[in-house]
Every structure is written in structure tokens, then in C-alpha cells.
């Protein structure tokens, strides 16, 4: 699992080496906990003696020191911990992003975000409370042994044997115990967000199709189930906590037994007595965070692995897409195309455009229009063939999203860096008057669905205001479900664009096959039928 992490974060012997530093702060603020236990028990005893304070003074100063090195070097074990947890996540989340923007097919929306929140929360997690907790406690507890072996063999024997019980055999228990419900969790965690995600984004249909009780019904079945496996996983830490207690207490009267024989018998001198009481039970406040460090471990194994998913390279992305060759803008040949893991769609597909050229690709509804336009986008890899497309490629998706943002963000997607002028003549250039600032509403629902349309195809006029002419523009449906007069605006628009731009559009509209130089028609069995118009 550790290798696994450091594989996440790119950079795995820095990452090893960075680890080195809250775990060594770690060790010091444990080791100063429980030096500060058994330097103060000494202290008492001996101070019950009535012996000069000079005598005194070491151990006064000792107690001080380890008072505050404590602290400080738990603030500082904290602070790298967190510095390198949070560095993972970052690159892990860039990581994920730039996978899921390479096109992939996605999981639930719901499961995708809880995979880049939750999950990646977990892998710091599994940094600040696992790992340096883990590794620093096991020095504290050779080191403590060590210490109370050299004041009484027994007792430090003792101590090892319940620490060995407290520190592994019971977080592994407790590991064993909540395996399958932390698995459960982090299933049902992001099931939960994904009926959410559903019923949020659907409840206009359900209400009104008397289907939101049953979606209610559902969502409420998955609380449940998710409360049923977090009860489970509380009775676990909590029962461990108990347990624990028990072997600390154990382990406490057994040295207070062996501590006063040894006493009695003349081999150690009193006043060690409350180190041997005291020294278990400061052991005992570094050992209580193990059982949940297992728990934790248990949950951050199933978000790692999700993750390790997430981000592992697709097989076979968009080999065959090459620069094209000058002057011919697209030049696709032998393409096949269908999503991963369905059957091809189109096969056999030769497709070439020259600059300034207008080509409508027609043909019935689901023969896989929508698709080929993906794979030249490089959004779905190509089945079979070779596609050689220009640079500068300008794409309107048959769906284009529009943001729940403001209409200048929504305009930016068009091309970042563009400035507010560049936003209002981009916004001009497809007669929207909207002010750059107007919310546009969720799924775009404060302007229409003309409006909706000109938006996006905005970001194609600031992508060229900002980076210049597109050598293609690829147009999915761009009238699509507009009213003739709506239509015929958009149309326009897209008209005066980008002049020079050879043009792939994606349509069932004749008025738009009409204005192409040549229409390329899809039909069922599979075959290019008519190359010309
Ligand atoms: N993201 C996806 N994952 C898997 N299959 C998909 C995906 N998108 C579309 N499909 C399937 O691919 C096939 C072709 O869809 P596509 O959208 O390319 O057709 P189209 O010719 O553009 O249709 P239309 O004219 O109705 O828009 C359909 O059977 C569709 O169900």
C-alpha cells in the first residue's frame, strides 16, 4: 500500500525522504510524553524523600523541557505531516484531472466525485494517520522498553508484552473487524453520492412523474445502509478502546506487583516505583491512537486502490491521431470508430477536408455522428485508422455545457486568458447583449435554449480573438431543437465566424446540408454511401 502511495506521488524517493521528518518529530513528541510520565514520577517519589532541592534541579529542568518539547514537536510532526499529505493530494488530484480531461469513459458522476474528494482526502489521511503515528509509536515503544528494562528486567518485559498486545494484536483485530464494513463505507459512501447526484439532477421528472417517493425511498435505503456499516465501524473502535484499557491496566498492576517484589528484595531503589506505574499508562495515550490508525488504514486501502484506478493510464488513447499534413486540415483514413468496450459504430470511414471547405456529415440518429467527432477530438480513441488533424480546431459538442457560472466564465472556456473587451466582443460576435457578469443558472436554466447555443458557440469566437483563425471548426447539431428563425440566426453567426475555416458539421437539418460544399452520408449497414453531394 505504501509503494502504491509513493507510485501516486511521481516523485517517490522525495516523497520517502520528506516522510522522514514528521515521523522523526513524531518520535521525539512521544518520546518526550512519556519521558515526561516517568521523569515526573521519579520526581514526586523523591521529592517525598525531603532531599535538597539542589538534588532536584535536573529532573525539574528535565520535567520543563519535556513539557514543552512535547508540544512544540507535536505541532511540528503535525505541520510536515500535513505538508506532505496535502502535497500528494495535489498531485494526485492534477493527476485525476488530467485523466478524466484525456476522455475516458467515467464512472457515475456522483462516484467520480466522491473518488476526487473523499478518496484523495483519505490518502492524507492515511499519511497524517497512519503511517507517522504508526512507525513513530513503534520506536516509542522499543525505546520505553528499553528504558524500564535497565530499572527492572520484569517490568520492561512486561511492558513490551502488553504493548505488543495493545500496538499490534489489537489494531489488527480491529482491523479484521471492520474490514468488510469499511469497504462497505467507502462503496456505499459514493453510492450515496451518486443516487444524490441522480435525484438532484432529475427531481423536475420524478415529481412529476410521481417517481420521487421511490427515488426517496432508495436514497433513504442507502442512509440507512451507510449508518448500519458506520455503527459498525464505531462498536469496533469503541470496543478497542475498552480492550486497551484493560491490557494498560494490567500491565500496570503486573509491574506494581514485580516493581515492589524487587523492591522488597533490595534490587531497585524506591523511589522507581511510580516510573514503572506511570511509564505504561503515558504508553498508553501513544498506543490508543493505533486501533484507529487500523480502522483508518482498513478505509484508506479501498480509496487508494479507487484512485490507483481512477488514474491508471487507458490503454490504446488516440494513437493514431498525427498533425496534418499542410493544407489539408483533417485527413482521416480506414477510421473506425465505438466506445470502449461496445461494437464499432462506423467502420471503414476515409474522410479528408481542404482548407475552407464546409462538409456536412449526415446521416440517421444514433449511427454514431456524435462519435466520430469525438475520436477527431481525441475524446474517444479510434477503433482502426489514422486521423492527421490541424491545430487550431474549433469544437461545438452536440450538448455543449453550460456552466452554472456567470456568462463571462462561461464564455472563458473558449480560450482563459481572454480579457474583459475580448469577453463583451466575443459575446457581440453572437449577438448575446447579456452583461458578462448575469448567472446563467444551473444546466444553463436562466436563458433559453437559443441563447444557450450562442453561448457556446461564443466560446469558439474568443478562442480565435485570443489564439487566433481555427483551421477547422467540427459543429455537432449546432441548430439542433432551435425554431426556424433561431436556427437561421445561429447559423449566421457561425457563417461569419471563422470565414476561412474548413467546416465539419454534424447535422439533420437541410437547410445547413444546403449551405455545405458537400454532404457525406452514414448509413445503417455500416458503410459510406455518398462521398459527394
Ligand atoms: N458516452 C457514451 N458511452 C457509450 N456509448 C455511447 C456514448 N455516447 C453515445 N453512445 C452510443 O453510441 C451510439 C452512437 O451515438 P452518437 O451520439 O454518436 O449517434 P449520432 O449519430 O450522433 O446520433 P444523433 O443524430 O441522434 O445525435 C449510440 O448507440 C449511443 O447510445
Not at 127 to 147: D, E, L, N, W
Amino acid at each position: 500500500m505504501i509503494t502504491t502511495l509513493l507510485r501516486l506521488s511521481s516523485t517517490p524517493r522525495r516523497s520517502l525522504i520528506a516522510l522522514l521528518r514528521p515521523i522523526s518529530w513524531g518520535v521525539i513528541a512521544q518520546v518526550s510524553a512519556v519521558g515526561l510520565m516517568a521523569v515526573s514520577g521519579w520526581l514526586l517519589s523523591r521529592a517525598a524523600q525531603h532531599p535538597p532541592v539542589l538534588y532536584l534541579m535536573v529532573a525539574i529542568v528535565g520535567v520543563r523541557t519535556l513539557g514543552l518539547a512535547r508540544g512544540v514537536f507535536r505541532y511540528w510532526e503535525r505541520l510536515a505531516g500535513h505538508d506532505i499529505a496535502l502535497d500528494l493530494q495535489a498531485k494526485v488530484r492534477v493527476r485525476a484531472y488530467r485523466q478524466l480531461t484525456d476522455g475516458r469513459p467515467l464512472h457515475g458522476s456522483g462516484d467520480l466525485l466522491s473518488r476526487v474528494t473523499a478518496d484523495l482526502d483519505a490518502l492524507g489521511d492515511l499519511v497524517v494517520r497512519v503511517i507517522v503515528p504508526v512507525v513513530s509509536t513503534a520506536f516509542v515503544i522499543i525505546a520505553a522498553g528499553v528504558a524500564l528494562s535497565a530499572i527492572a528486567p520484569a517490568a520492561g518485559i512486561l511492558l513490551l508484552a502488553g504493548s505488543f498486545v495493545a500496538a499490534v494484536i489489537l489494531p489488527w483485530w480491529a482491523g479484521r473487524l471492520a474490514g468488510r464494513s469499511a469497504d462497505r463505507l467507502v462503496g456505499l459512501r459514493s453510492r450515496l453520492a451518486d443516487e444524490l447526484a441522480e435525484v438532484g439532477r432529475t427531481r423536475e421528472d420524478l415529481v412529476a412523474y410521481g417517481a420521487d417517493r421511490a427515488a426517496l425511498g432508495r436514497l433513504a435505503g442507502v442512509d440507512a445502509d451507510l449508518a448500519v456499516a458506520e455503527r459498525g465501524t464505531a462498536w469496533t473502535a469503541g470496543l478497542m478502546v475498552g480492550l486497551q484499557w484493560i491490557c494498560t491496566g494490567a500491565v500496570i498492576v503486573g509491574s506494581l506487583i514485580v516493581g515492589s517484589r524487587a523492591v522488597a528484595a533490595g534490587s531497585l531503589d524506591p523511589v522507581f516505583l511510580a516510573v514503572l506505574a506511570l511509564t505504561p499508562l503515558a504508553l498508553h495515550e501513544v498506543v490508543s491512537a493505533l486501533p484507529a490508525a487500523a480502522l483508518t488504514w482498513r478505509r484508506t486501502a479501498s480509496a487508494l486502490r479507487r484512485v490507483a484506478e481512477l488514474i491508471k493510464p487507458s490503454a490504446g488513447q488516440a494513437t493514431a491521431r498525427n498533425p496534418a499534413a499542410p493544407g489539408v486540415p483533417l485527413a482521416a483514413y480506414g477510421l473506425a470508430v465505438g466506445w470502449p468496450g461496445g461494437r464499432p459504430l462506423i467502420t471503414g470511414l476515409d474522410l479528408e477536408l481542404r482548407p475552407g471547405e464546409r462538409v456536412a456529415l449526415v446521416g440517421p440518429s444514433g449511427i454514431g455522428k456524435s462519435t466520430i467527432a469525438e475520436t477527431l477530438m481525441g475524446s474517444v480513441p479510434p477503433l482502426a485508422g489514422t486521423i492527421a488533424i490541424a491545430d487550431r480546431v474549433g469544437y461545438l459538442a452536440q450538448d455543449a455545457h453550460v456552466f452554472d457560472t456567470t456568462v463571462a466564465e462561461n464564455v472563458r472556456i473558449g480560450a482563459r486568458g481572454a480579457d474583459d473587451d475580448q469577453v463583451r466582443r466575443a459575446l457581440s460576435s453572437v449577438d448575446l447583449d447579456f452583461g458578462a457578469d448575469r448567472l446563467v443558472g444551473e444546466f444553463g436554466a436562466a436563458v433559453s435554449g437559443g441563447e444557450a447555443r450562442r453561448l457556446a458557440i461564443s466560446r469558439l469566437a474568443v478562442a480565435r480573438l485570443v489564439d487566433g483563425d481555427h483551421d477547422l471548426l467540427i459543429l455537432d447539431e449546432p441548430t439542433e431543437h432551435l425554431d426556424r428563425d433561431t436556427a437561421d440566426h445561429v447559423l449566421q453567426i457561425i457563417r461569419r465566424l471563422d470565414e476561412d475555416a474548413a467546416v465539419l458539421v454534424i447535422t439533420h437539418d437541410p437547410r445547413v446540408m444546403d449551405s455545405c460544399d458537400r454532404v457525406v452520408r452514414l448509413e445503417p449497414a455500416e458503410r459510406l454511401v455518398s462521398p459527394g453531394r
